[in-house]
Structure formats: structure tokens, C-alpha cells
């Protein structure tokens, strides 16, 4: 005779012979206790716990208990649950063993989590005008979000990067060195799926490392159905090559698979002009004696100019592209006044006062200092105004990690 399907986790346990029944109701209490809030259906026809969404759900079968905490939460603990079989986004327990109930409890306390913070990033995200409202209404929204603003050896704030929004669109330049970026990005509020173009400047640690933890993370959403379309990167060739060997020396070939397929490599070449999200971008050889570096030239929906010169101060043969910026984006590696500490120059580096100077030389309307050390974090901002304003009279601004400029 055919079961009727089941209505409740009750009706669904007592289809199961005693034995069993003791293990799910075991694996039910747990789940109970981790996530009080968390209320009980059947979805897919097993039990289900539902809290912003499904939690967990579970299922009995012949020699072990099914457990499916999700595709997201098997890899944040896959090392504990390399003991066990796995499905995809489930793990199975052996009927005769005793159930990890502190595993399972601490992936149902993850999952809680997880579901809460994508409630409060959608929230974050509809208080930004829909795209398609703003195009009725004539309102743009262009963000400069700073996510980092500190040179290579900071401890204090991350390394300096930095994301131009649009709508609801990220165009992500440079990314710092390492898995910060993906902490500056979550603060800020930028979920990955947002992220379809990033450029990278140069091959120094403290721009680059960051785009191995972005291909790494967005591979494996493309792969489990959580980012659509394709993701962009824009460099030069060389740094192509270097980005390619570290990516396939450090993350699993299922993710490398992706590159060619849905991440994409395009070359920067000096003077030429690339559409991004929209944009005229002028990508330029800042011709750097350390690092082949590209600095680029950005021309907002406004028509304004912004202007980035990478992480080494102006040079002459820029000022076909910086003239007259309206942002003009520049390295300050320390106030001039301290320059016998931190030794700017030796690092071909300059101080405040250069960039400031370099500011006026190019008549530029606001200008941004990055890529600074970050010994006196608290008074930086401070500092570096107090030294600037005797050699630049436009908008000097010293931001923060995390500092929100509206274009
Ligand atoms: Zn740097």
C-alpha cells in the first residue's frame, strides 16, 4: 500500500521503525535548541526547519540519518564533516552511530545566522532606489566607497582599495591583500553577487592578493546558483599570468574550471578605453620603475572626471588624463613633516604635501589621499589637513576605511 505523504515532522517520524524514530526525534531536539525560533514544516517531503527562509532539513533512510545544512554551511565545516559521506549540501550519518549533535548544532547556529544576515543585507539594499525607479525618477546614485586606505604594511586598516557603485552595481578597483576584502566588502554592505567587474592595478601583494579570495568565493557561488552572469576582470597582461598561477596552485580545480567560462580576463593596454557598467574608462601606463602599473580615467554619468593614479605619485606624461579632475585619487604614504620616520621617497612614495601640490598643478576640484601609514590612525584625517591646506585650496578629504563619497 502507498504512504500518504506526510503533513508534519510527527507524521513523517512515525512512518519508521522505534530505533529510528529515537534518532530523528534526537536530531529534531537539537535542532529545536539551536534555533528556538525556527519553526518546523515538511519541504520536499522531509522535515524542514524554516527561520528567513530553510534553515536545515533532515531525512531518515535505510543505514543512515540525512542531514542538508545547505551547500554554504558544508563548506564552512568541511573539515568536520570530512568524516562523514556527502551528497551534495548533505551529509549523512550512520544509522548506528551515535549522531555529532555539537556539529550539528553549531551548523544549525551557523545556518540562523547566515538566513539573519540575508534578511539585513536585503533590507540594506532596498533602502537604494531600484535601478529602474531612479532611471524614471533622473536619480543616479554614484558611491566612492573606500575600503581600504592604507599602504602595504598596515595592521590598523586595510590596504588600499576601492569600490565605484552605481545603482546597485560595484566596479571594484584593486583589493588588498588578502581576505579582508571580503570583510571591507560586507561592511560596506556590497554583497558579492554585485560584483561583476573588478580592476586590478598592479602585482604588489597589497592590491593583488585580494582577487584570489573574490575568484575563490564568486566561482563557488556561480557554481552552487547564487551569482549570475559573468564576472569581469580587468588587467594588464603579465599580471593575467601571475593571477592565473596563483589561483590554480592554491584553489580547488572545480572552481579554477570557471575562468574562461564565466570569469573573464581582459587586458589593459595603455591609453586605450574599455566600457564598464557604463563607463568610459582610460586605462594609462603610470610607467612605475617597480611595478608595471595602470592608473585609469573614469568620466561619470555627469560627464565629471575621475581620476586614479595607483599607489605612485603624479608624473608628467598623466596630465593628458588628470587635468583638471574633479577627483582626483592619489597616493600620501605620510605628512611631509614625517617624512625622516616613514621614508617615503625611497619607496617612490611622496607625503601630503607633493600630492597636494600636484592637486593644484592640476586644478583639481576634490582629492583624495590613500595608500598612507596608519601609525596615528585617529588623528590622520587631522594631520594631513592641517598640512595640506597651505599647498591645495580645493576639497582635500583623508578618509577612512569605509568612507562614503556621493559623486
Ligand atoms: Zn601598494
Not at 500500500?1 to 519508521?16: C, G, L, S, V
Not at 537604494?128 to 558611491?143: I, R
Not at 573588478?198 to 547564487?226: P, V
Amino acid at each position: 500500500m502507498k504512504q500518504q505523504k506526510p503533513n508534519t515532522i510527527d507524521e513523517y517520524i512515525e512512518r519508521f521503525p522505534e530505533g529510528v524514530q529515537k534518532k530523528l526525534q534526537q536530531i529534531r531536539q537539537i535542532i529545536q535548541t539551536a534555533a528556538p525560533e525556527a519553526t518546523e514544516k515538511i519541504s520536499y517531503q522531509i522535515p524542514t526547519f524554516y527561520l528567513n527562509g530553510n534553515l536545515v532539513h533532515f531525512a531518515a533512510f535505510k543505514n543512515h540519518i540525512g542531514f542538508y545544512p545547505t551547500p554554504s554551511a558544508m563548506e564552512q565545516f568541511k573539515e568536520a564533516l570530512s568524516l562523514y559521506k556527502q551528497g551534495k549540501g548533505s551529509v549523512q550519518f550512520p544509522i548506528d552511530e551515535a549522531l555529532p549533535l555539537l556539529l550539528i548544532s553549531e551548523m544549525v547556529q551557523a545556518r540562523v545566522l547566515e538566513n539573519q544576515q540575508k534578511v539585513e543585507q536585503k533590507k540594506r539594499r532596498q533602502l537604494v532606489p531600484k535601478s529602474k525607479n531612479t532611471e524614471q525618477q533622473g536619480v543616479l546614485k554614484e558611491k566612492l566607497i573606500l575600503l581600504g586606505t592604507g599602504n602595504a604594511a598596515v595592521t590598523k586598516c586595510y590596504n588600499t582599495c576601492f569600490a565605484i557603485q552605481k545603482n546597485e552595481t560595484v566596479f571594484l578597483v584593486d583589493t588588498g591583500g588578502g581576505n579582508g576584502i571580503l570583510t571591507q566588502l560586507e561592511k560596506a554592505g556590497i554583497e558579492l553577487d554585485q560584483i561583476h567587474e573588478i580592476f586590478i592595478s598592479h602585482e604588489h601583494t597589497d592590491h593583488m592578493l585580494g582577487i584570489i579570495w573574490l575568484i575563490r568565493m564568486i566561482s563557488a557561488r556561480m557554481k552552487n546558483g547564487f551569482y549570475s552572469g559573468t564576472l569581469n576582470i580587468y588587467c594588464h597582461a603579465e599580471l593575467k599570468q601571475t593571477i592565473l598561477t596563483i589561483v590554480k596552485l592554491t584553489i580547488p580545480e572545480k572552481f579554477v574550471k570557471m575562468i574562461g567560462d564565466r570569469i573573464l580576463f581582459h587586458p589593459v593596454t595603455d591609453g586605450k578605453s574599455r566600457k564598464i557598467m557604463g563607463y568610459e574608462v582610460t586605462f594609462f601606463d603610470i610607467r612605475s620603475t617597480k611595478a608595471k602599473q595602470f592608473g585609469f580615467l573614469l568620466k561619470l554619468e555627469s560627464g565629471k572626471k575621475l581620476v586614479f593614479l595607483g599607489d605612485e605619485p603624479y608624473r608628467d606624461h598623466e596630465y593628458v588624463y588628470a587635468d583638471r579632475a574633479d577627483w582626483l585619487l592619489h597616493e600620501a604614504f605620510c605628512r611631509y613633516a614625517d617624512r625622516e620616520q616613514f621614508l617615503p621617497y625611497e619607496k617612490d612614495h611622496t607625503t601630503v604635501k607633493e600630492a597636494c601640490e600636484t592637486a593644484t598643478a592640476l586644478q583639481a576640484v576634490n582629492l583624495i589621499l590613500y595608500h598612507t601609514e596608519d601609525k596615528n590612525l585617529k588623528k590622520r584625517k587631522t594631520l594631513y589637513q592641517e598640512e595640506g591646506r597651505h599647498y591645495y585650496q580645493g576639497n582635500l578629504y583623508v578618509p577612512d576605511d569605509l568612507t562614503v563619497f556621493e559623486l
